[in-house]
């Protein structure tokens, strides 16, 4: 998707309209500087209130990504466009997310042990040794929780015995016996546990 047509777009069909970036941002509930990013092509409407801010500036949602009127012989073509584009950026966003996680992880885990080993072998009292030990600990379990979030979220998980691939409660991932990035859990559509390999498609 091309962020910077599409802000241009926006622009032009509020002018259009003659609402000022305030006034389009008080009818949608958010911040005039959140208008301000999408119409310099900075960031993107959150898909929360894109229906909103198509019904306010006279367009369908397949305009807006396209960041232009689509006619009626151009409709099924561009949409199926836009469908494959907004895959892709999924894809792609998913991809850095496992990246964050691995580095969370990372981080986390020598945090942890740089604490551990700090208030294993430095003259210190007593209780600044044990305040290392549980900030680290409390730390640690911090970039633990945030690393399951992103794996639970980016992606999917696929069923060995269907194939079926799905995103998992962040309960049945927290729980789930797990090898890496595969884990032992109930497949929602054939109700069979297996271990199920993370996947970036679903397709």
């Given at each position: 998707?091309?962020?910077?047509?599409i802000?241009?777009?926006?622009?032009?069909?509020?002018?259009?309209?003659k609402?000022?970036?305030?006034?389009?941002?008080?009818?949608?509930?958010i911040?005039?500087k959140?208008?301000?990013?999408?119409?310099?092509?900075?960031?993107?409407?959150?898909?929360?209130?894109?229906?909103?801010?198509?019904?306010i500036l006279?367009?369908t949602?397949?305009?807006?990504?396209?960041?232009?009127?689509?006619t009626?012989?151009n409709?099924?073509?561009?949409?199926?466009?836009?469908?494959?584009?907004?895959?892709?950026?999924?894809?792609k966003a998913?991809?850095?997310?496992?990246?964050?996680?691995?580095?969370?992880?990372?981080?986390?885990?020598?945090?942890?042990?740089?604490l551990?080993?700090?208030?294993?072998?430095?003259?210190?009292?007593?209780w600044?040794?044990?305040?290392?030990?549980?900030?680290?600990?409390?730390?640690?379990?911090?970039?633990?929780?945030?690393?399951?979030?992103?794996?639970?979220?980016?992606?999917?998980?696929?069923?060995k015995?269907?194939?079926?691939?799905?995103?998992?409660?962040?309960?049945?991932?927290?729980?789930?016996?797990h090898l890496?990035?595969?884990?032992?859990?109930?497949?929602?559509?054939?109700?069979?546990?297996?271990w199920q390999?993370?996947?970036i498609?679903?397709?």
């Amino acid at each position: 998707m091309d962020q910077i047509k599409i802000g241009q777009f926006v622009a032009q069909r509020r002018k259009n309209i003659k609402l000022t970036q305030a006034q389009l941002a008080e009818k949608l509930g958010i911040t005039d500087k959140a208008v301000s990013k999408w119409e310099r092509g900075l960031t993107m409407p959150d898909v929360s209130i894109m229906q909103d801010l198509c019904d306010i500036l006279g367009i369908t949602v397949n305009d807006l990504i396209s960041g232009e009127i689509i006619t009626m012989e151009n409709y099924n073509q561009q949409l199926e466009n836009n469908l494959i584009e907004m895959v892709k950026e999924k894809e792609k966003a998913d991809k850095r997310l496992l990246s964050l996680e691995v580095f969370i992880g990372i981080s986390a885990t020598v945090t942890f042990l740089a604490l551990v080993f700090i208030a294993a072998f430095i003259e210190m009292e007593a209780w600044i040794r044990i305040t290392l030990i549980v900030l680290g600990f409390v730390l640690f379990m911090v970039g633990c929780l945030c690393a399951l979030r992103i794996e639970q979220v980016a992606g999917y998980y696929q069923c060995k015995r269907c194939g079926h691939k799905h995103v998992p409660t962040f309960k049945a991932v927290n729980l789930a016996a797990h090898l890496g990035r595969t884990r032992y859990m109930r497949c929602p559509n054939c109700h069979k546990k297996s271990w199920q390999k993370k996947v970036i498609n679903k397709d």
